[in-house]
Each structure stands twice: as structure tokens, then as C-alpha cells.
């Protein structure tokens, strides 16, 4: 209860105010009402006492309200209006300041009863209840009935304004009982638990209140009660004296109990029994009217007739219905399921029009509140076997829609409605556009001809029913055109924005409902239950969507439409349910299209959204058999055309049936607006109805005419104009760009969709490109909106290139395929263009530390290599230009990539191609090799030596081989880094692994061999200088395995190739392959041209192997290598080609140069195979410091037992090259085409035999030597072609000697200085080398022939000459034969006294040969050769001699033929020639003198040990000598007197002379001085006998001088003889001798008369000798003995 006022000064105005009515009521009393006059003043006495008594008033006035309230009372009783008023007033102001107790709320109840009764200040009485029963809680239980029963009855006057003041305190009072209970809920019992409720008790209705409730509800709980008796006829059990009640107004009072106390309901059990019981029956009890109620129909044969329905209490339940289901839901579960299905079946056509717009009204208020909607589908759709209420409803509503436009036609509604329009358009619109001054058409739904307007609008989310508020109707009003449709259409629209609060949550700004595409995490239940509510109504919602969409007229409404499409497809898409989401995509596809495109392009796709179940029951779907030619016009009708164009061809169509001209009205232009918003902000949600989307777009671009552009952006094509079919309104062409912007925004806006949501756009763009494809196969022109698309969406999502890369580049490689030009040069665009960008996209994780990453987005640009035609290669290696100058220094691991795209190329693609991709090669080596890593190096190897294969373009394989040269000259310069690069990316190795730089240079030399023997001579030549230049710089660099694989894998194998191609190159010119190109002779076929690779590859091949030896050695099978590359040597040395086989010797003697020295012979060989002009680079470092650590020393066994294979191999050269050409049949030379090796060839072959015998001289044998000598015999012995011998001959062939013969004599000389400085098995050989040399000296005599070919003398061709018949030309020996002499003179000095030499009998050997020249003196060939021979004779004569006569034995053969030797030399058969000078003749003879001097000086003086035989044969060629003899007997003979040896003929003399000396001392030469004194003295007589007959013969004719001369000296020596013979002792001197000096007197006497003075004055002195003699001489004791 409230508590009193306690301020002192209101108690005291209100005591005041009391003591004044008091005083005024005993005024008006005073004559009629004593006793009212009597209580006044009493009551005035009690106030002053009370006053006084107390400072608190209201306490002491509450107690004795009932007693003050006694004289108002008992005025009321009066009757007296004045008194009345006055009382009342009073009562109402002790009311209002809470000053009555409970007895004196009773009296004043009771006073109001009787005043209610006699019909007294009615106004007054309603007044006071409320203020009694509003200011406190003193009036309850009865007296609470009383007063509400005397307000009811008020209610039921005549007056009407009692009536409506009554009602609205009964609804004052009603309220204020129940809010007396909201207020007890909230005060707690303390103490005190809930008691439980006895149903029971509540079934037996009493006026007695359960007892478990408080005072105050058991009051509400008995009022609304006796409410729901009242309601349905039955007697109240609390409001007792109730007269009368209407039902509206019970209805009236129930919807507000239940409206405004919903938490008592739901809180006491007792008033939520009175819901269940009492309420829902009463309202399904009422309902009963309208549910049987057919407007229309005939009345049923029943006896009891259909009570039509009546409006106030239809509307009236239907608000309690809608406070039910609004407030008690969660109680009422059964019984609002029951409701609902009334409100459902409310809505049937055959229900009145008003009760239709009511059951309306009532859904929309639903409609606004999602969790209803939420309820109802847990508790009755989500039930297996329960009424899927919200399903219905939805349908309903889309039912009522559709009934509008069917049946508003033909039927008006019950209450006399005018029917709408049925023309269809009303006279306004004329084309969906207004006509007329200042019109503007009206909002409406056209369809079928109906036209329905709309008459109202609704903000969203409020409802504003119209006909359920109408409480003071009692007849149905006039329902308006259109209201019943508009509410339907606005109902929708709700339904679909709760459904959207309950998926996605209320929205909290706008931004966040544009944002929709993002996916919230919700439960399995929530799901469940999202998934019921889409499932339950979209297939209704989509009906009656899509009939409004297609019926609006107006913009706003169409657009509403378009966002409920949209709001409820994004949500199926949020719930991943396809196939309501397909379906409202579609029909937002139809909606953009032009009518027949509906039809045929979106057919598949609706009925692939329609699966089994999902379409709508019966009349809510539209009809399939629409009339197109209507359905166009009616869309022209209700939406402006403002463009025409062509339709986009499809595949599955034939060509041709799609060519009519097609409209795009104003209403699809804002259906595609709608469809790209759709795209646009719920990507994320669309899955595969993207393919949907993404086709209708495509069509509409292509019927706008939109091509696209750069970047895959759209451009209105300037062609559009051009078309007869084409027609855009200006309006839209000004619009198209605004298009293209958004369909633009939208694959923009694909960077925010999730990787799922991306995946299906993607695949959407495949599938329609792919559709696109198959159009193009037919030769149709294809839309490129999908490629152009994928572009644009690829490029805006780079930032997760992982997730769309592979599925977009698959597919524009796909399409890069495509047979038409067009979309295969977009695919290719689109290709590059997202390579191009994505590498320069700026990543996370930088692109070139993300290895994977940047090989996925190289990769199509790579397969792009696989597609053959030209303008897609051109268009890829136009990117890898592009991206090397942009991003060249970022790609690191996307390398291999690159340079396999440049690298793939082959001989059918074109120059242009190859041009291009070689500028990109040229730009990765001048500029990026640095950069690039090391282990893609090789790759950049194998490229650049595919462009040296290609064959299209020569001067690009050149170029691309001095890349290669490059190439390596960088790997040399960076080795270190390169290596170390390679080591740490390379973890682990196996054994048999080379290290990884090494294998860099393998790939590098292995590319460089196969270039080696490409078809075109020209690369072929200069890749084998690349290839040999590289390995002689840089293959110090290589390991020893490595070097095993370069011998191997490298040069044998180009040996190999080489060979084999050559052998089968043609040997006839090539017109067609030269064309008019001049070409030297030496290269005009094939053959020849291979002859030159030939040449390169063998002298590269040894270059490495002398350069490298080393190396080499250790590679474990040398050996083996060796002995191949002698064998490729061997046969090509045994080549017919001059040119190879000169080549290989060369290359022969280049391996032969493997000595131990430390000198490389690289610099030197460069210089025989330069490298082209544009490699060569200088160079600081010395290769030298490349090679590996070994040891020079001597050749170990192993290199013997290589040498020696050498060795085999020259001689087999040798043996073969010299084998003189077989004779042709008959016994005939050969014939002209015979080989015969070149003096060049065997000049080489010769020249090799030195430095390979530097290496096998310790194993060289007698059998070796044997051989060696037999090959330059031979070899010496070829001759030469007559046109080719003044190239050959020497200038002065008398004094030069020829190379093969200078070779020959090197060979010697290298044999000849082993042997002596070897070992004695060695000089076992030197027997073989004399023979060899003497051979040799034998040529410059007698010279060899060659088999059986005819050879000139070396002079008798002079200059090229052309025969019938080949001259062969022999070559001139004599130079050569006398250097052999000298040789021969030389190694007899050294060898003489050796065993060997001497066994031999090597001297007598010599002797013999020479005796050969000497034998001929002037007949030889040569004049000088004699003279050599002599004098070197002389030479070995004065060595061997003193041997000679140690090793008598040995030498016995050896003076015979000494002898014959010195007589036919001395005395030869040819007499000097007449021509010769007297200069030559003197020299000629001294050399004569000289030998008789050796005889003085070597022989005579040794006699004793020398054969007396030969000591004779010599005494016989002095005497002869000695002897002058004239040519002529004639005295005076000039001319023989000056040839006459006057020398050496004294020079004779004088020898025999000297050994007729008697040596006292030298008695061991008493043999040889007494054979010289016998020669001397018969020498002596035989001269003066013939001096004395001479001079007698001359007579007085003096004789020639020489005689005189040769006189003065025999007597001289006579003179000097008997001197010598006085002086000997006696025993010494023979008795012959003597007697021969005897004999000589006479003779000398005879020459008395000699007239010369000088032989005179000799005469005389002889003469004196002899006087000794005339007396006999003493004996003497001669030695020892008598």
C-alpha cells in the first residue's frame, strides 16, 4: 500500500479544504438535511482534534476516514444534485490524498452503487471509481467487483457519453488491476516459497481466487476470468450484478490485458491456465464463422444456414490472435499453430476481400518480427509431422499475389469494389511513360493486362495495419484497389528482411548489410534451423518475386524486388544452398535478359536449379507456355527500350537461328545494375551459380556491344554504330561506361572473396570461355568477356596467386590453343599480361625467395613453348623481354624457366621468332649472368647452344657460339664464386659424382662437341675453335674424374661423329646448297668441307691431350684413351685427303710434344687454332697455374708401354703411306689416279719420328731401328707430281736440302745422340745407323726409285707443266747424301773404337761406300760430293786407321779395300773435265796431295802392323804417282804441261823418299824403309833413264819445266838417299839395295849433258855421294854380331 503524505503542510490544506466542504455541506443541509448538518459540524469538531492532538495529520485522519466521510455519505443519500456534487468533490479529495481506510473505500463503494442506481452524477461516479481505485490499492476483492461492475453497467446506459467515458475506465481500471499485480510480482515474500498450483482447482471456476496467488492477482485472475465468461455468454462468477456485456467489447478488453501484461501470463501458472482454457478456445470458437463462410458459393444443404462472418469481431480476434501468437507463443505453441493456419486459409480467394486484407495485415505484423518467424519454423517446420506453418505462409502470400492478377479481371470484390482497369494500362501511360502536362505515372504492377496500382508505402520493418484498427467499424469497409496486393508485396519484402536477421544477425550499420558475403561461424542447431527457414519459403518467395519483378512498373519497386532477390539468394548462398540460390540467381537473369533470351538461354540452368521438390505447388509457378510475341510487347509496355542489339550466338544453337535484333529495356539495364550488385557483394556466397551470372552478363556485354580492352577491362566498341541491327539510346550510351566500371568493380572486388568463393568464379569464367571456344570452333565470331575476365580477375588477386594461378592460366592456355586467331591472341595476352604482373607484384615473402612460387608463375609462360603457332610464340617471347628488362633482377630460381622459354625453340618456327628469342638470350649473357644462380648456369648453356643448332638463321648459330665463348670466359672469371655456389647448393654427392663446376663446364664442352658437327661448315668450324680455345684456357679448372668424362663424352665422341659423317659426305658440289656464292675449289663439296672439321677436331683433340697430359695421366684409363686416339690418328693419316691425312701427322706430332718439360704448349698451339675474332680475349694469368700438382719426371712404365703403341702407330703409318703404289696389269706404271703421299705428309711423318722417340728410346731395339729405316728409305724414295715440284724443289736445289730430307737427317741425328748417350744394348745399334747413313750417301749418287712409277730427274721439269701423262719428279739427293757424309763422318769419330762398330766392320763399310763418289770423281752427280766424300774419308781414315791396327783381325777385308779405293780415286777411270779451271785443278790436286799425305802420316809409318800386301799396293800407287806423265808425246805441249800433278806427283816422291830414310832408331820399320828405298830407287831410275832419253830425243828443244822440276828433285832425292844409306848401319841396308844404287850411276852420268842448270848443279851433288862408294867399304859389328 502507498504510504500517506507526510508533508504537514498538504495534510494541513487538505484538513483545511475538509473543514470548508464541511462547513458548506452543513450550509446546504441546514434547513432540508438536519442530520447531514448535524454530522458536518461534528466531523469539524473531530478534525480541530485531531489537529491538535498530533503534528502528524494523515496519521491520525486515515483512522477516522470512515467516520469523516459519514456526512458526504449521508449527503449522497439525498439525492440532491448540489449535495451530491459537493460530496462527491469532497470524497474525490480525501481519495486523492490517500486519506480512506478500506471501510471507508467500502462505504464510498457502496455510496457510488446507490448513486449508479438512481442515475445520479454518472460522470461524477466513473470519476470517483478511478481515482479510488487508481490512487491505492485500499479497494480489492468484492468491493474492487463491485466498483468494476458499477463502471460496466455505466457502460450500458442510454447516454453515449457515459458509454465511451465508461469504457475507457473500464479499460483504465482493468489496466490498473493488472499493473496492481505487476507491482506485488515485485515485492518479495519474505520467508515464503512458490505453492504449487492445484489445476484442479482451476478448472472448478469459483469467485474465489487460487490460493496461490497474492491478493492482488487472485483480483486480476478473477477479472479476467469472468472477461472470458462474459465473452462467451456465460454468467461471471466475480462481477457479480452484471447486466449485459457486448463481445466486442470483451474482445476489446481481453486484447488489451493480453497485449499489455504479457509477463503475468508467463509468470503465473494460474493466468497461463486461463490462456490455454479459456482464451484460445473462446477465439477458435469465434473463428468458426469465417472458416465456414465461401464467399460465392452456393449455401450447403444443412438445416441449420452459414452465419456470414462479421467484421468488428473477426478484426477484434484477429488482434487477439495477433497479441497470442505476438506475445504468448512460447505457451501457446499448439493452439498458434492453429491460429496460423486460420490466418493462411484467411487469405483463400474464397474468403472475403476484407477478411483477406485482415489476415494480411495480421502476416505483416508477423512478418516484422524475426524471432516469430524463427519460432514458428522450430515448432512447426522443422517438425517431422507437423504443419510447416511459415512455409505456408509464404505461399499463401504468394498465392494471394498471384490470385490478384489472375482473378481481378473477372471478379469484384463482396463489398461491391470497382474492379480494376482491364485494358490493362490506364490511360496516363502510355509504354510504361507518362503522357500528358506534369504527369507522373503512379506506382504499379502490370501483368496480363491487369494493372494494379500501389496505394501505400511502409517503412521498413514497421507495419501499419489499416483495417485491423478500425475498432468503431461494424460494417467491412470498402477495401482500396491495390491495398490488399500492396500489403502483400511489402509482406514479402519483410518476410525476406527477418529471414535475414535471423541468418545473418541485425545488421548494426548499412555498411555492414552491403558486406553480407562474409561468413559467420554458427552451430549445427542454428544451421539446421537457417537451412528450414530458406528451405520452407523460397520456393513461394521466388514465385511471387519473380511474378512482381516482372509485373512492376516502377523503379522503386522494382528495385525493392531486385534487393529481396538479392537478400534472399545471398543468404542461400551463405548457407551453401545451391539450388534456391541458383533459382534466384536465375531469375535475376531472366530479369536482365530480353524475354526470349529467358527462354533459351537460361533454360538449362533453371532446370538444373529446379531439382525434384523445389518448385513451387501448383498455381505458384508461372506458366511455362507464355506467349513470346506478348510477353514482349508487355515488356515494352511496362519499361522503356533503350537499346538494340544483335544477340550473342550460342553453341548449342545452329547457325543462323539466333540473328534477330533483340530490346534491352530500361528495367533489364537495372536488373543487370542488380545481378552485378548481387556479383558484386556476395561473391563469396554465388559457388557455381557464377556460371549463371557470368553468362548473362556475357550476353548483355555482347548486346550492348562492350569489347574488351587492355587489362580485361570493357570498352564500348566503336563498330556499334556500324550495324544495321544496333541501336543504343543515348541515355545508355552515356551509361555504358558506368557499366563497364561496375562489371569491372566486380572482378575487383573478387581480391575480397574468400579462396573457396574465388575458386568457383574462376571455374564460372572457365566454363564460359569454354563455351565461347566451342562457338569459335564453328568459325562464329566468339565473346571474349571471359578471357578478358580472367584477366582482370587474375591481375586484382596476385596478392594470392597460389590460389587461382593454376586454374586460371590452365584454362587461358587452353584457350592460347585455339584454332581462331582472335581469342587464341587474347588468351596469349592474358597470359603474359598476369606473368608480367604478378612477377611484379610485391609479395610477402620477396618473389625470388619463394622458389615455388615463382616457378608457378612462370610456368604458363613456359607451356606457352608447346603451342606451335607463331603469333603465340611471338607474343611469349615478347614477355620474356619484357620481364627480363623489368624483372631481370629479381627472378633468381625462375631462371630455368625463362631460359627454357627462350630456348624452345626449333627449325619450323620463323626468323622473325628466332631473332626475337635470341635477343633475349644475348641480353640474359651480356647482362644477368652475374646474377643468376650458379645452378642455372647450365641452363644458359643449353640454350645458347640450341640457337648454335637451329638451322634458320647462320649468323645467329655463329653469334650464339661466341655466347658460348662467353659464357665460358665468365664461369673462368668467376670460378671461384661459381664453385663455391655450386658446392653449397649441391648437399650431397655420390662417389662416382664429378664436382658440381665441373659439371657445369661438361654441359658446356658437350654442347660445344654436338655444335662440332653440325651440317653447315661454318658453325661447324667455329665451334670447334670455341670448343678447343675453352678447354685449352679453362680445362686447367677441371678435377682429374672430370677430365675422364671430357675424354670420354667430349672428344672421342666428336672423333666419332666426325668421322662418321665425313665418311658419308658427298663428294659432288652442291649448286642448290651454295647458290651463287663464289667458293675456293678446296671447299666446294661436302666432302671437302667435312675434311676441314676433320682437320679441327683431330688437332684440337691432341692439342688437349699435349697441353693436358698431365692431367690426363691420371684418369685411370688412359691407356685406353690413348690408344683410341692413336688409332683415329692412324686412320686418318691413311686418308686419300691430302689435307686430313697432313692433318693428322700434325696432330701426331702435337701429342708427340707431351714431354716431362713444365712449358705449355697451349700459347703455341693458339696459334694454330685461333679462336673466332670475337672470343678472343686477353688474358693476365698464365694457364700454367691451372694445372694440377704433378710431378714432370721421367716417363714411367706406363707412358713406355703408351709410347710404344705410338710407336706401333707410326710405323704403321709409315709402312702404309710409303708402300709404293701396286703396277698397273701388263707390268705398266700406275695410272694417274694412283696415291701417292704428298712430301708434306711425309715431311710431317718424319718430323714426328723425333719427339715420339724421345719417348720410347729406352725400349728402341735393332728390329725397331730396322724398321724406322725401312719407312725413310722408303719415304725418301717417293717423288713428286710434276705441277707441284717448284713448290717443293728448293730455289737452290745444288746446295738445299729438301724438308723430308731435313727431316730424314733430324731423325738420324735424334737416333744417332740416343745411342751414343744410351746404354751399350743402344749402341748394339750403331752397325743399323751406319748402314742407314750409307744408304743415304748412296741417293746422292745412284738415285732410288719408287716402285715402278717413272720418274724424271729432278732438273728436267721446270715449273707446272700439263701433260698427257703425269711426270713424276724425283728430288735432288746430293745435298742430303753429302749432309749423311758429314753424319756418317761425325758418328764414326764417336763410334770407332766400340766393339759393335768394330765387329761390324762398319769402317770397311764406309770405305765401300765411298768409294762409290770417289770411284766416279768427276762423274758424279755433283762435283762437290767427291770432294766431301774424300775429305771425310780422310777424316774417318785418321780415326779408324789407329783402330785398324789394334784390331788387325777385325779389319783384314778392310785394306783391300782401302786400297782399291785410294787407286780409283787417285787414278780415276773419267779424266777431269776439259771445262775445268786451273783454280779447280789446283784444288783438285791438293786434295790428291792430301791423300798421300794421310798415306805418309797414317799408313806407311805403321807398316808393320799392316798387311804387307797393302803396303805393297800402296808403295805401287806412290811410285805411280810420282811418276809425271804426259798426256801428249808432242815436246811442246802447253796445255798438258799445265795439268800435269806436278804436286802430287812430287808429294809422292817425297813419300817414298821419306821411308827410304834408314832410321837408326826405327829399325821395327826396316820392312817398310826397305820397300821404300827399293820403290824410290826404281822410281829414281825409271826418271833419269827417262829424262836421258827424253833430252836426247828434245835436242837442243829444252824439256817442259815440269820435267826439269821433276829432275832437280829425283837427283835431290838421290842425293838425300845415299847420305841416308852411308849413314845406316851396315847390317840394315839390303845388298839389292845397294846394288840398285850401283845400277843408277850410269844413268846419272848420262845426265851430264842435261843444259839445265838446275839439273846440273843437283847432278853434281848426287855425283858426290857416290865417291864413298868407289873403294869397298871396312866390315863392322852390326848388331851384336860379326
Given at each position: ?765 572457365c566454363k564460359l570461355s569454354c563455351e565461347s571456344m566451342e562457338l569459335a570452333y564453328t568459325n562464329r565470331e566468339p565473346s571474349l568477356f571471359a578471357v578478358a575476365k580472367l584477366l582482370e580477375t587474375g591481375l586484382v588477386n596476385l596478392h594470392r596467386v597460389e590460389v587461382l594461378w593454376r586454374p586460371v592460366t590452365n584454362h587461358l592456355l587452353e584457350v592460347c590453343q585455339h584454332p581462331h586467331q582472335g581469342m587464341r591472341c587474347w588468351g596469349a595476352e592474358a597470359v603474359t599480361t598476369m606473368v608480367k604482373a604478378a612477377l611484379s607484384h610485391k609479395y610477402a615473402t620477396e618473389l625470388h625467395e619463394n622458389v615455388k612460387l615463382q616457378s608457378m608463375i612462370l ?336 716417363d714411367s712404365d706406363l707412358d713406355l708401354s703408351l709410347w710404344t703403341a705410338a710407336w706401333k702407330v707410326w710405323l704403321n703409318i709409315g709402312a702404309n703411306a710409303t708402300k709404293p703404289p701396286p703396277s698397273s696389269p701388263g707390268g705398266k706404271p700406275p695410272d694417274r689416279g694412283v696415291y701417292v703421299p704428298s712430301q708434306a705428309f711425309l715431311t710431317a711423318l718424319v718430323q714426328t719420328f723425333p719427339p715420339l722417340f724421345e719417348h720410347i728410346k729406352t725400349r728402341f731395339v735393332a728390329a725397331d731401328l730396322q724398321k724406322l729405316s725401312s719407312v725413310l728409305r722408303t719415304a725418301l724414295c717417293v717423288p713428286v707430281h710434276g705441277d707441284a715440284s717448284p713448290f ?395
Open positions: 500500500m502507498a504510504s500517506p503524505l507526510k508533508d504537514p503542510h498538504i495534510a494541513k490544506k487538505l484538513v483545511e479544504n475538509l473543514q470548508g466542504d464541511l462547513r458548506s455541506l452543513s450550509a446546504e443541509g441546514k434547513r432540508k438535511y438536519p442530520h447531514v448538518k448535524e454530522a458536518s459540524e461534528q466531523i469539524q469538531l473531530k478534525l480541530r482534534t485531531i489537529c491538535t492532538k498530533s503534528e502528524d495529520v494523515m496519521s491520525g485522519l486515515v483512522p477516522a476516514s470512515a467516520e469523516i466521510i459519514q456526512p458526504f455519505v449521508m449527503g449522497c443519500d439525498t439525492k440532491n444534485q448540489k449535495i451530491v456534487h459537493l460530496c462527491l468533490t469532497a470524497v474525490q479529495r480525501l481519495i486523492s490524498h490517500e486519506a480512506i481506510s478500506v471501510t471507508a473505500a467500502d462505504n464510498i463503494i457502496g455510496m457510488l452503487w446507490n448513486l449508479m442506481e438512481a442515475g445520479l452524477e454518472e460522470l461524477k461516479l466513473l470519476q470517483t471509481a478511478i481515482i479510488l481505485i487508481t490512487t491505492n490499492s485500499v479497494v480489492q476483492h468484492d468491493s474492487l467487483a463491485k466498483a468494476l461492475v458499477l463502471c460496466f453497467r455505466l457502460h450500458f446506459t442510454k447516454d453515449s457519453t457515459t458509454i465511451n467515458t465508461a469504457a475507457a475506465t473500464i479499460k483504465h481500471l482493468v489496466s490498473c488491476v493488472f499493473e496492481r499485480v505487476v507491482t506485488e510480482d515485485k515485492v518479495p515474500i519474505p520467508g515464503s516459497t512458490t505453492s504449487e498450483v492445484n489445476l484442479e482447482e482451476l478448472k472448478a471456476h469459483s469467485k474465489t481466487p487460487p490460493h496461490s496467488l497474492r491478493p492482488c492477482a487472485g483480483d486480476a485472475y478473477l477479472l479476467f476470468q469472468d472477461l472470458c465468461q462474459l465473452v462467451n455468454a456465460d454468467q461471471p462468477f466475480w462481477l457479480i450484478g452484471m447486466t449485459e456485456m457486448t463481445r466486442t467489447f470483451g474482445l476489446e478488453l481481453l486484447e488489451a490485458v493480453l497485449t499489455s501484461f504479457p509477463q503475468i501470463f508467463l509468470q503465473h501458472q494460474e493466468f497461463s491456465f486461463q490462456l490455454k482454457e479459456k482464451v484460445c478456445p473462446l477465439v477458435i470458437k469465434l473463428f468458426s464463422p469465417s472458416l465456414k463462410y465461401r464467399q460465392g458459393m452456393p449455401p450447403p444443404p444443412s438445416p441449420t444456414p452459414v452465419e456470414r462472418p462479421f467484421f468488428p469481431i473477426v478484426m477484434r480476434l484477429l488482434r487477439i490472435v495477433c497479441a497470442l501468437i505476438k506475445h504468448y507463443y512460447c505457451l501457446l505453441v499448439t493452439e498458434c499453430e492453429i491460429f496460423l493456419s486460420l490466418l493462411v486459409k484467411f487469405l483463400d480467394s474464397e474468403k472475403p476481400n476484407w477478411q483477406r486484407c485482415l489476415a494480411l495485415e495480421v502476416l505483416h505484423k508477423l512478418s516484422v518480427q524475426p524471432d516469430l518467424l524463427r519460432s514458428f519454423t522450430q515448432s512447426y517446420d522443422m517438425k517431422l509431422h507437423s504443419t510447416k506453418i511459415f512455409r505456408d505462409i509464404v505461399n499463401g502470400v504468394g498465392t494471394y499475389i498471384q490470385s490478384q492478377f489472375m482473378n481481378s479481371a473477372t471478379s469484384t470484390t463482396s463489398t461491391g469494389n470497382k474492379a480494376p482497369d482491364t485494358h490493362g494500362t490506364p490511360p496516363a501511360l502510355v509504354g510504361g511513360l507518362p503522357v500528358g502536362g506534369g504527369v507522373t505515372p503512379q506506382a504499379a504492377f502490370m501483368y496480363r493486362g491487369v494493372w494494379i496500382p500501389i496505394v501505400f508505402t511502409v517503412p521498413a520493418g514497421q507495419a501499419r495495419p489499416t483495417y485491423l484498427e478500425m475498432l468503431d467499424k461494424v460494417e467491412p469497409p470498402a477495401i482500396a484497389d491495390g491495398y490488399g496486393l500492396s500489403l502483400a508485396f511489402y509482406c514479402l519484402l519483410e518476410v525476406v528482411k527477418s529471414v535475414r536477421i535471423l541468418v545473418q544477425g541485425e545488421p548494426e550499420t548499412e555498411s555492414q548489410t552491403q558486406k553480407s558475403s562474409v561468413k559467420r561461424n554458427i552451430s549445427a542447431e542454428e544451421r539446421v534451423l537457417d537451412e528450414e527457414l530458406i528451405n520452407s519459403s523460397w520456393c513461394g518467395m521466388l514465385a511471387a518475386l519473380s511474378l512482381l519483378l516482372d509485373a512492376s512498373t516502377d523503379e522503386s519497386a522494382t528495385e525493392a524486388v531486385l534487393k529481396s532477390m538479392k537478400m534472399f539468394g545471398e543468404l542461400c548462398g551463405e548457407l551453401e544452398m545451391t539450388i534456391p540460390r541458383d533459382a534466384f540467381i536465375t531469375a535475376l537473369c531472366k530479369a536482365s535478359l530480353p524475354p526470349h533470351y529467358t527462354l533459351t538461354i537460361l533454360n538449362s540452368t533453371a532446370a538444373a536449379a529446379q531439382s525434384p521438390g523445389s518448385q513451387p505447388k501448383g498455381d505458384h509457378s508461372r506458366s511455362s507456355s507464355q506467349d513470346l510475341a506478348s510477353m514482349a510487347t508487355e515488356s515494352v509496355e511496362r519499361s522503356q527500350v533503350v537499346a538494340v542489339g544483335t544477340p550473342l550466338p550460342t553453341a548449342s544453337l545452329p547457325v543462323g537461328a539466333h540473328q534477330g535484333p533483340v530490346m534491352l529495356t530500361a528495367k533489364n539495364i537495372q536488373c543487370m545494375r542488380s545481378l552485378l550488385s548481387v556479383a558484386h557483394c556476395n561473391g563469396g556466397v554465388l559457388g557455381t551459380a557464377w556460371h549463371l551470372v557470368l553468362t548473362t552478363l556475357q550476353h548483355l556485354v555482347w548486346i550492348l556491344g562492350l569489347k574488351p580492352s587492355s587489362g580485361g577491362s570493357l570498352k564500348a566498341s566503336q563498330q556499334i554504330s556500324d550495324s544495321s541491327n544496333a541501336v543504343i539510346t543515348t541515355a545508355v550510351m552515356a551509361d555504358l561506361p558506368v557499366l563497364a566500371s561496375m562489371l569491372s568493380r566486380l572482378f575487383e572486388s573478387s581480391q575480397y572473396l574468400d579462396d573457396v568463393a574465388l575458386h568457383h568464379l574462376i571455374d564460372a569464367l610456368g604458363p609462360l613456359q607451356e606457352l613453348s608447346d603451342i606451335p603457332q607463331s603469333d603465340i610464340r611471338q607474343k611469349q617471347l615478347e614477355c620474356v623481354l619484357q620481364v627480363l628488362h623489368n624483372n631481370g633482377d629479381k627472378l633468381l630460381h625462375g631462371w630455368p624457366l625463362i631460359l627454357g622459354v627462350i630456348g624452345a625453340l626449333n627449325n619450323d618456327q620463323g626468323e622473325k621468332l628466332i631473332q626475337t628469342a635470341f635477343q633475349s638470350l644475348q641480353l640474359v649473357v651480356t647482362d644477368f649472368l652475374p646474377i643468376i644462380p650458379c645452378v642455372y648456369l647450365q641452363d644458359c648453356v643449353e640454350v645458347a647452344a640450341k640457337f648454335g643448332l637451329q638451322n634458320r638463321e647462320l649468323n645467329i648459330s655463329l653469334t650464339a657460339i661466341g655466347l658460348l665463348w662467353n659464357i665460358s670466359d665468365f664461369f673462368y672469371q668467376n670460378r671461384q664464386r661459381i664453385e663455391s655456389e655450386l658446392n653449397a647448393s649441391q648437399k650431397t654427392t655420390k662417389a662416382d659424382d664429378i664436382p658440381p663446376f665441373d659439371a657445369l663446364w661438361m654441359g658446356l664442352y658437350i654442347k660445344q662437341g654436338q655444335l662440332c658437327v653440325d651440317q653447315r661448315p661454318a658453325v661447324r668450324k667455329s665451334a670447334g675453335q670455341t670448343l678447343f680455345s675453352t678447354i685449352s684456357a679453362h680445362g686447367g679448372l677441371l678435377q682429374t674424374g672430370t677430365w675422364k668424362k671430357v675424354v670420354w663424352q667430349v672428344l672421342f665422341p666428336l672423333l666419332e661423329n666426325v668421322q662418321k659423317l665425313s665418311s658419308t659426305a658427298s663428294n659432288v658440289k652442291d649448286e642448290a646448297a651454295t647458290g651463287n656464292i663464289l667458293i675456293h675449289h678446296s671447299r666446294d663439296t661436302a666432302e671437302k668441307q667435312w675434311a676441314e672439321t676433320c682437320v679441327l677436331s683431330l688437332a684440337g683433340v691432341a692439342r688437349t691431350f699435349n697441353a693436358k697430359r698431365k692431367i690426363l695421366q691420371t684418369i685411370g684409363d688412359f691407356p685406353r684413351a690413348w690408344s683410341l686416339l692413336l688409332e683415329y690418328i692412324e686412320t686418318n693419316a691413311m686418308c686419300s685427303n691430302a689435307e686430313v691425312s697432313l692433318a693428322a701427322l700434325k696432330s701426331f706430332q702435337e701429342i708427340l710434344q707431351m714431354s716431362s718439360e713444365t712449358k705449355d704448349k697451349s700459347d703455341e698451339l693458339l696459334t694454330l687454332m685461333k679462336p673466332p675474332s670475337e672470343v678472343v680475349m686477353s688474358r693476365s694469368e698464365d694457364v700454367n697455374k691451372m694445372l694440377p700438382r704433378t710431378t714432370s719426371g721421367e717443293i724443289i728448293p730455289s737452290y736445289p745444288d746446295v738445299t736440302t729438301t724438308p723430308l730430307q731435313e727431316a730424314s737427317l733430324t731423325a738420324m741425328d735424334v737416333l744417332i745422340k740416343a745411342v751414343q748417350s744410351g746404354p751399350e744394348s743402344m749402341q748394339s745399334m750403331y752397325p743399323d745407323i751406319f748402314d742407314q747413313l750409307l744408304t743415304f750417301v748412296e741417293f746422292g749418287v745412284r738415285v732410288p726409285k719408287f716402285g715402278q712409277i717413272e720418274a724424271k730427274a729432278f732438273g728436267a721439269v721446270k715449273g707446272p707443266q700439263i701433260f698427257t701423262k703425269v711426270d713424276w719428279v724425283t728430288m735432288n739427293f746430293v745435298p742430303f747424301a753429302e749432309k749423311s757424309v758429314d753424319m756418317v763422318v761425325n758418328l764414326y769419330i764417336v763410334a770407332a773404337k766400340h766393339p759393335v762398330v768394330i765387329q761390324a766392320h762398319v769402317l770397311q763399310k764406309i770405305i765401300q761406300t765411298f768409294r762409290l763418289p770417289l770411284s766416279y770423281k768427276y762423274a758424279c752427280p755433283s762435283p762437290s760430293t767427291w770432294v766431301l766424300v774424300i775429305n771425310s774419308l780422310l777424316t774417318v781414315l785418321g780415326v779408324g786407321l789407329p783402330v785398324a791396327r789394334k784390331q788387325g783381325a777385325a779389319f783384314q777385308d778392310m785394306w783391300a779395300e782401302l786400297a782399291k779405293t785410294l787407286e780409283e780415286f787417285l787414278f780415276p777411270k773419267q779424266p777431269s773435265p776439259t771445262t775445268l779451271s786451273m783454280e779447280d785443278f789446283q784444288r783438285d790436286e791438293t786434295i790428291d796431295c792430301k791423300v798421300v799425305q794421310m798415306i805418309r802420316d797414317d799408313i806407311l809409318p805403321y807398316s808393320s802392323s799392316i798387311p804387307s800386301d797393302f803396303v805393297k799396293q800402296i808403295m805401287k800407287l806412290l811410285n805411280r804417282g810420282s811418276i809425271h806423265s804426259t798426256s801428249s808425246d808432242s815436246f811442246i805441249d802447253t796445255d798438258s804441261s799445265k795439268k800435269l800433278r806436278e804436286e802430287f806427283a812430287k808429294t809422292c816422291f817425297e813419300t817414298l823418299l821419306q821411308f827410304s830414310f834408314i832410321n837408326k832408331s826405327r829399325s821395327e820399320e826396316g820392312g817398310i824403309t826397305k820397300m821404300a828405298v827399293m820403290s824410290l830407287l826404281q822410281r829414281c831410275q825409271e826418271v833419269v833413264r827417262k829424262h836421258v832419253d827424253d833430252e836426247r830425243l828434245s835436242g837442243k828443244c829444252p824439256l817442259p819445266r815440269p820435267r826439269l822440276a821433276e829432275m832437280a828433285s829425283v837427283l835431290k832425292a838421290i842425293t838425300t838417299l845415299l847420305r841416308s844409306l852411308k849413314q845406316a848401319q851396315p847390317g840394315n841396308v839390303d845388298k839389292a839395295v845397294w846394288k840398285l844404287v850401283l845400277q843408277l850411276y850410269p844413268c846419272l852420268v848420262d845426265c851430264t849433258t842435261s843444259p839445265s842448270p838446275s839439273v846440273c848443279k843437283a847432278l853434281r851433288d848426287a855425283l858426290h855421294e857416290y865417291s864413298d862408294l868407289l873403294s869397298p867399304p871396312t866390315p863392322t859389328i852390326t848388331n851384336g854380331t860379326t
